[in-house]
């Protein structure tokens, strides 16, 4: 792992040309641009989901985005996954899709992890993050991404699809609603769910709008919400989440 970076404490020339769509009124102000600069995301996967949600954050300023995703590049991974192309089909995903993200955006760090981390290593990882974007297909690695947020204290977007509908949860540890609290059993996972390019393209982006807003002081993140999307039906929904006060990941964590 490597050390994080000094803190900046400006803007150069080139960046403030590079995010001049990017900062003013309704969007960030220099000094959000600046606390992005200066802060650490964690996206695990970078599939459908993560993929689209890791280069928002790398082209959107973010000083430093760790990606984590085992296993090589498939075919039919290439109907959502963004990040890859036919020429890199067979090869290890994270190495690759890393190198893509940074050529989109020299004045920030990527790091790739070339698997899916572990109980322990994601503890280690989440206490040197600002914010964990969790974008995996199974409830296992949901749920270990959610208790490792939970106990180093920092935010949690989880972001999760299935066929053209998909779902974003925003978690902020000991205030609202955690992953367990809404999901007190795992569901049943479908190993080859179906999922169709677009949907994960827009959960994996408004899971990154969530992040940059979190991590820049900027608008109103969707904290303790439960934002369903579901474009089979044409229909789209937000609800408020209740903590549960005995779940046993969060129950006992205050603000
Ligand atoms: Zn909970």
Redesign the pocket.
Known sequence: MTPPNPISTELCPEELERYARQIGPGVFSVEGQLRLKNSAALVTRVGGMGGPASLALVMAGVGKVTIAHGDNLISPDLNRQVLGSEAVLGKPRATHFAEYLRSMNRFVEVEAIDHEPDDDEAQQLAQRVDVILSCPPGFEERMRLNRVA?RAGVPLIDAAQWGMTGTLIVVDPGKT??L??VYPQQPEFEELFPVVGGISAAVGALASLEAVKILSGTGRPMYGKLWMIDSYQGQTSIVDLQ??PN?P???AVSS
Do not use: F, L, T
């Open positions: 939970v609603a955690c367990q609290c903590r549960n779940c990941c969060c129950g």
